[in-house]
């Protein structure tokens, strides 16, 4: 079965300005494929270029196994949910939800009973004679899913559909356009700038910054393993230290920092005698102990969340660390002020190139 | 005459109470909440806009309307007996408009009439025409154009305007006329042999009056466009509509408000357009307004002349609601 979107090399620029740039994605039927990126990092860009309102200055986008080139957005199989929706407000709930269907031709009788079952599917079955400005926030958001579904396109996009949501709702809408995704069975290609949207909701994740498509993979792997120092800081709290690498064997490697020398994984073969940057995850962080790598430094704010306890310190250089204790540390738990010995086992820190700049 | 001094003082005054009255009540059906009026402006401030606006209102708007009104009731006299005997309300004005005698209605008056349905009927036409012109411009210059072009094109629309009326009427004369422009180029060119007669088949009537009007078309379309969601369109034609139908069933039930107080401008103006017909009006062409001025100023016959008139602004009020009702709009809506 061919791909449901392919990007071979597109590039998309606004004059002098590179908004995307060289993206090469393969996105499968049924996949629910989410692109996790910073604010105006190309997102919405990339979006416009698979729905045909933005042509790209190169490359190829195929939907389908079909070259798109050419094909006005009015003809392609994919269907556009907008930031903002763009509901029409001057028509019905069942008018939107038929408007695509209207367009096409299709009989009225047909058409109705269509837009019965999609209000039925929205669970919004008596709101269909209402107007678009008497509905609520959660109900216009399955309003604008129910008619772009109404089409039944084989590619639905949405561009940061909840973001105008209160958190509650946002947390509810993601559960249900997750079941949606699951029923339908078609492609979605999501937009959002919301990293704990991404990782509850997506099969895979793209992570941008700055018109690049930096890494493509499942939640797991762009949180556990980044490819490089911007997914790593990006997606999920890290911390990263500076140094230079004194010793690489084995897929691990030791770097010599400010605050001593730590041991990590180093996944990329970093040779010796390379400026790099180690992450750790504030969870990986423990106290105490006698770990293979480990650091010193003054306790600066300490927040009791119940199972989880954060805490920010300050080390040596200056820069500031913060680690997440489990449940298990309630008993000793640091107060601010105290000098605190932590560290981290070689497999929870993770070398990356530095990058040019910075 | 000191009734009547009393009559001028005191009917703005009694305006002014009507108008804080009626404030009053909607206020006790609770259609405006906020603080009142007086508390708001103060009772002097209160006081003395309620007055000015009340003798505006009925020194500006009411009263020649009214006297409008009156005279066109009464029979033509001299200034001796106005006031007299003889000073009746009569209806031989209009009767005179429909059989063209204010005694016999033997015969129908066909010159006024004809004049009175042309102008009505190619004022509609002006409408349609001058809409079918705008609409794409004011689209474009709404939805696609970019800043500096807009610029351009509003200077470009704008400029011409500059220029009066008259003088605007008689360069299309000119540019028109057997001997002008468009005819010496068309022969020139070798597509004619002969001059084409532009104004005597009234067609720089048609040009002169859909031009005058462009601008009170333009501009409420071009804001009621302006203020559509350039994603609304989008989404149309991302759902696959081809562009007409976008057209007739986004942009256009948006920009209604737009198109109905445009055409109720354009319609109005070039009803009641005054100077263009008497410039660029084919010899064979009697608009109405020419007759209604030359019920005043020719025949010197007021009361006729404020019959004339009053025929001409009740059509132009038909023609305003029948526009809001085909619009289904209320008249707050386009005055927006
Ligand atoms: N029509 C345009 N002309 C010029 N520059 C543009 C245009 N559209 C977008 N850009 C630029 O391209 C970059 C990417 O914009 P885009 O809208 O794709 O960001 P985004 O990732 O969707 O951001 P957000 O999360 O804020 O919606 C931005 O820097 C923006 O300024
Ligand atoms: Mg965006």
């Known amino acids: 079965m061919a791909a449901a979107v392919e990007l071979e090399g597109v590039n998309v620029t606004f004059g002098d300005f590179v908004a995307v740039r060289d993206a090469n994605l393969t996105i499968e039927p049924g996949e629910f494929f989410s692109f996790l990126g910073p604010s105006g990092c190309g997102k919405t860009t990339l979006l416009r270029t698979i729905s045909a309102f933005i042509e790209p200055t190169r490359g190829t986008v195929r939907i389908g196994g079909r070259d798109m080139k050419g094909i006005g957005p009015n003809k392609r199989p994919t269907a556009l949910i907008f930031q903002n929706l763009a509901l029409f407000p001057m028509m019905t709930v069942a008018e939107n939800i038929g408007y695509g269907l209207r367009v096409r031709g299709v009989p009225r009788h047909e058409r109705d009973e269509k837009v019965k079952n999609l209000l039925i599917q929205i669970a919004l079955p008596e709101h269909g004679h209402k107007l678009v400005s008497e509905l609520s926030g959660g109900q216009r958001q399955r309003v604008a899913i129910a008619r772009a579904l109404a089409v039944e396109p084989s590619v639905l996009l949405l561009d940061e559909p909840l973001s105008a949501l209160d958190l509650k709702l946002r947390q509810h809408m993601r559960a249900e356009l997750r079941a949606i995704q699951k029923r339908v069975g078609i492609t979605f290609i999501y937009i959002t700038h919301d990293q704990g949207e991404a990782l509850t909701m997506s099969d895979r994740i793209a992570v941008m910054n700055a018109g690049v498509i930096e890494q493509v993979g499942n939640g797991r792997s762009v949180y556990a393993e980044p490819r490089t120092p911007f997914v790593a800081s990006f997606v999920g709290e890290n911390n990263a230290i500076r140094g230079r690498i004194t010793q690489a064997a084995n897929g691990t490697a030791t770097l010599d920092t400010p605050i001593g020398p730590l041991t990590g994984r180093n996944p990329v073969g970093l040779p010796a005698g390379d400026e790099a940057l180690i992450f750790v995850r504030p969870e990986a962080l423990k106290l105490g102990g006698d770990p293979p790598s480990g650091f010193e430094g003054e306790a600066l704010d300490v927040t009791y969340e119940g199972s989880i306890t954060h805490v920010t310190m300050r080390v040596r250089t200056g820069q500031k660390i913060t680690l997440s204790l489990g449940g298990g540390a309630a008993g000793i738990l640091p107060q601010p002020g105290d000098m605190l010995k932590v560290g981290f086992e070689p497999q929870d820190g993770l070398l990356l190139a530095r990058p040019e700049r910075s | ?134 609409y794409p411009l004011a689209f474009h210059m709404a939805q696609s154009a970019p800043v500096a072009r807009l610029r351009v094109l509003l200077l470009l629309l704008i400029i011409p305007y500059w220029v009066n009326e008259i003088l605007r009427a008689f360069a299309f004369r000119v540019l028109l006329s057997s001997g002008g422009v468009v005819n010496k180029l068309l022969m020139g060119g070798g597509l004619l042999d002969a001059p084409i007669d532009f104004l005597g088949n009234d067609v720089g009537l048609y040009m002169g009056l859909s031009y005058a009007y462009l601008l009170m078309m333009i501009f409420p379309l071009y804001n009621a466009i302006e203020s559509l969601d350039r994603n609304q369109i989008e989404a149309a034609r991302d759902l696959g509509a081809p562009w007409w139908h976008i057209h007739a069933f986004v942009v256009m039930p948006h920009a209604k408000p737009g198109i109905a107080s445009g055409c109720t401008l354009v319609f109005m103006l070039s009803a009641g357009a005054l100077a263009a017909p008497l410039v660029l009006g084919g010899p064979r062409t009697l608009w109405f307004t020419p007759i209604v001025y030359d019920r005043f100023y020719q025949a010197f016959n007021w009361p006729q002349g404020a019959a004339y008139a009053l025929i001409l602004l009740f059509a132009c009020i038909v023609f305003v609601l029948a526009v809001l009702r085909m619009f289904r709009l209320s008249l707050g809506e386009i005055a927006r």
């Not at chain 2, 209160?46 to 009731?73: C, H, K, T």
């Not at chain 2, 005694?103 to 001058?130: D, E, M, P, Q, R």
């Open chain 2, 1 to 134: 005459m000191s009734g009547g001094l009393t009559l001028v003082v005191a009917l703005p005054l009694l305006a002014a109470l009507i108008l804080i009255l009626l404030s009053r009540l909607e206020r006790r059906k609770g259609a405006i909440a906020g603080p009142g009026f007086f508390q708001r402006n103060g009772v002097a401030v209160g006081l003395y806009l309620a007055v000015a606006v009340g003798f505006w209102a009925f020194f500006i708007i009411v009263l020649p309307q009214l006297a409008m009104v009156d005279l066109s009731f009464r029979p033509k006299l001299p200034p001796s007996q106005m006031g007299g005997p003889k000073d009746i309300f009569t209806l031989e004005n209009y009767r005179y408009f429909l059989f063209g005698s204010t005694t016999s209605t033997a015969n129908w008056n066909w010159l006024h009439i004809k004049a009175f349905f042309l102008s009505i009927g190619v004022s509609i036409l002006i409408t349609l025409l001058n809409l079918a012109i705008c």
